[in-house]
């Protein structure tokens, strides 16, 4: 069978180890310092005999008594707390109690320093404590010295520890099966919200991008995850949308002049015609052929720019000539509509692009042209502000709806769509001027009123090198 490989599952076994490892420690821990306590409680308690014990000792004219000793040795009852003991002088071992293990065996006292714990030949293993005392002797106030030597066995302590040592290997797995569930009961509870999020991602396609992830209710990592990917929907969405109707009114604009070009081509072929009707003919077809050129053209050079792989030629060019040239080239188009144009420009001198920028200033003049009325006026501007060159281009045209203008930059959106071919407009100009300005890092901004007129603001650094 094949174990799923979920989150919730690795967390809950992680969540498991390290609770495991937690139990182990911890009762390591416990059975350390039960163990050291024991240790020094029995060191006390073997300390604490060493007082009746001496006052049981006698010395009888300057040698130990062995037969007091013995004699008083059940009246200590040492025996009923497993304690032993032995007494030495200097080298010699002068008495041992009844209970004393006869499979240990200890150097004199004087010769070795034993450690705490020692260990006998059968595996035992007993704690020693040696303590030197004085004993008087009887009718007299001379003392001689000599080693009290306790013990007893760590049986008593292993007791304790081994209850401790058995209550853990019967606690610890309970507790380790506990923590496994309750973790994976609680990572699974806590990423329940990545589950429905998954299943409605799964969902979303092309044709459902309207469609949003569920947000948890606290404003957790989850719920930041699925407002970020929410709005990354509305982003792709936005972007699809956008794509499609690009899509539509690309087909669209080429399909009106293919249709006007096939039907006057129809017309034309029905029967046989003066050869002045048959360059009427192909003069309009030509006219087609050069309007679907002018949109390819323009859709050539936004996708190059989409791409990356338009390019820009910096050159140190004066902008006021660069608008003169412009304007001299849209003047027969601006007297045909009896418009006048005037130009207020001081010489500044920036690094640009003056094919890019020749551009821009004709597709804005053009425009400005194109919706004017006969018998207005048209006004352009040039003036340096700090690191920037200033450039105002005001008409006094049909204007734009308040509506349409945060849309006027989109790819063939036009505000006044009934007249798109008499003014022979593709919707394109804008968004190549917009991606020039950008392309020079500057700022393009555009204030319109119906009736009243556009006022077009363009803001170009004089050092591109700088921006």
């Given at each position: 069978?094949?174990?799923?490989?979920?989150?919730?599952?690795?967390?809950?076994?992680?969540?498991?180890?390290?609770?495991?490892?937690?139990?182990?420690?911890?009762?390591?821990?416990?059975?350390?310092?039960?163990?050291?306590?024991?240790?020094?409680?029995?060191?006390?308690?073997?300390?604490?005999?060493?007082?009746?014990?001496?006052?049981?000792?006698?010395?009888?004219?300057?040698?130990?008594?062995?037969?007091?000793?013995?004699?008083?040795?059940?009246?200590?009852?040492?025996?009923?707390?497993?304690?032993?003991?032995?007494?030495?002088?200097?080298?010699?071992?002068?008495?041992?109690?009844?209970?004393?293990?006869?499979?240990?065996?200890?150097?004199?006292?004087?010769?070795?320093?034993?450690?705490?714990?020692?260990?006998?030949?059968?595996?035992?293993?007993?704690?020693?404590?040696t303590?030197?005392?004085?004993?008087?002797?009887?009718?007299?106030?001379?003392?001689f010295?000599?080693?009290?030597?306790?013990?007893?066995?760590?049986?008593?302590?292993?007791?304790?520890?081994?209850?401790?040592?058995?209550?853990?290997?019967?606690?610890?797995?309970?507790a380790?099966?506990?923590?496994a569930?309750?973790?994976?009961?609680?990572?699974?509870?806590?990423?329940?919200?990545?589950?429905?999020?998954?299943?409605?991602?799964?969902?979303?396609?092309?044709?459902?991008?309207?469609?949003?992830?569920?947000?948890?209710?606290?404003?957790?990592?989850?719920?930041?995850?699925?407002?970020?990917?929410?709005?990354?929907?509305?982003r792709?969405?936005?972007?699809?949308?956008?794509?499609?109707?690009?899509?539509?009114?690309?087909?669209?604009?080429?399909?009106?002049?293919?249709?006007?070009?096939?039907?006057?081509?129809?017309?034309?072929?029905r029967?046989?015609?003066?050869?002045?009707?048959?360059q009427?003919?192909?003069?309009?077809?030509l006219?087609?052929?050069?309007?679907?050129?002018?949109?390819?053209?323009?859709?050539?050079?936004?996708?190059?720019?989409?791409?990356?792989?338009?390019?820009?030629?910096?050159?140190?060019?004066?902008?006021?000539?660069?608008?003169?040239?412009?304007?001299?080239?849209?003047?027969n188009?601006?007297?045909?509509?009896?418009?006048?144009?005037?130009?207020?420009?001081?010489?500044?001198?920036?690094?640009?692009?003056?094919?890019?920028?020749?551009?821009?200033?004709?597709?804005l003049?053009?425009?400005?042209?194109?919706?004017?009325?006969?018998?207005?006026?048209?006004?352009?501007?040039?003036?340096?502000?700090?690191?920037?060159?200033?450039?105002?281009?005001?008409?006094?045209?049909?204007?734009i709806?308040?509506?349409?203008?945060?849309?006027?930059?989109?790819?063939f959106?036009?505000?006044?769509?009934?007249?798109s071919?008499?003014?022979?407009?593709?919707?394109?100009?804008?968004?190549?001027?917009?991606?020039?300005?950008?392309?020079?890092?500057?700022?393009?901004?555009?204030?319109?009123e119906?009736?009243?007129?556009?006022?077009?603001?363009?803001?170009?650094?004089?050092?591109?090198?700088?921006?």
């Amino acid at each position: 069978m094949k174990i799923p490989n979920t989150i919730s599952l690795r967390l809950a076994l992680w969540y498991t180890l390290l609770v495991f490892l937690a139990l182990v420690c911890f009762g390591w821990l416990i059975l350390w310092i039960t163990a050291n306590e024991t240790y020094d409680q029995q060191r006390s308690m073997l300390k604490e005999k060493t007082i009746p014990i001496a006052e049981h000792l006698d010395v009888d004219r300057g040698k130990f008594d062995k037969e007091h000793i013995e004699d008083k040795e059940q009246e200590l009852r040492l025996h009923e707390y497993g304690i032993f003991f032995e007494v030495w002088d200097n080298k010699r071992l002068l008495f041992r109690s009844r209970n004393f293990p006869l499979d240990l065996e200890l150097p004199p006292p004087a010769e070795s320093d034993l450690p705490d714990i020692v260990k006998a030949e059968n595996t035992y293993r007993y704690q020693i404590l040696t303590e030197p005392i004085s004993i008087y002797e009887s009718g007299s106030k001379k003392s001689f010295p000599f080693f009290l030597r306790l013990g007893r066995s760590d049986l008593y302590v292993e007791r304790i520890l081994d209850r401790i040592r058995v209550l853990s290997l019967f606690l610890i797995p309970i507790a380790v099966a506990i923590a496994a569930f309750s973790g994976w009961i609680l990572a699974r509870r806590a990423l329940r919200p990545v589950d429905e999020i998954t299943r409605t991602a799964q969902n979303i396609s092309v044709h459902s991008l309207d469609r949003r992830l569920p947000e948890p209710r606290y404003d957790d990592e989850l719920g930041r995850l699925s407002k970020t990917f929410n709005a990354l929907l509305e982003r792709i969405q936005a972007g699809v949308e956008k794509i499609q109707r690009f899509s539509a009114d690309a087909s669209h604009e080429l399909r009106t002049p293919l249709t006007v070009l096939h039907g006057e081509m129809e017309v034309a072929l029905r029967k046989e015609r003066l050869p002045k009707e048959y360059q009427r003919v192909l003069k309009s077809g030509l006219q087609e052929i050069g309007w679907m050129e002018k949109i390819v053209n323009n859709l050539l050079t936004l996708s190059r720019a989409d791409s990356g792989q338009a390019t820009l030629e910096i050159q140190n060019v004066d902008l006021a000539q660069l608008l003169k040239d412009s304007i001299e080239m849209n003047r027969n188009a601006a007297e045909a509509k009896k418009i006048n144009m005037h130009l207020h420009a001081e010489s500044i001198h920036a690094r640009v692009d003056p094919d890019r920028i020749r551009q821009l200033f004709i597709n804005l003049l053009d425009n400005a042209i194109k919706y004017s009325p006969g018998d207005r006026e048209i006004n352009v501007e040039l003036n340096p502000h700090e690191d920037e060159a200033v450039l105002v281009f005001q008409d006094q045209g049909i204007g734009i709806p308040p509506e349409d203008l945060p849309y006027v930059f989109e790819r063939f959106y036009r505000a006044d769509k009934s007249r798109s071919r008499e003014l022979h407009g593709s919707g394109l100009g804008l968004s190549i001027c917009q991606w020039i300005v950008k392309a020079h890092h500057g700022t393009l901004e555009i204030d319109s009123e119906p009736e009243k007129g556009t006022t077009v603001t363009v803001r170009l650094p004089l050092d591109q090198e700088k921006s």
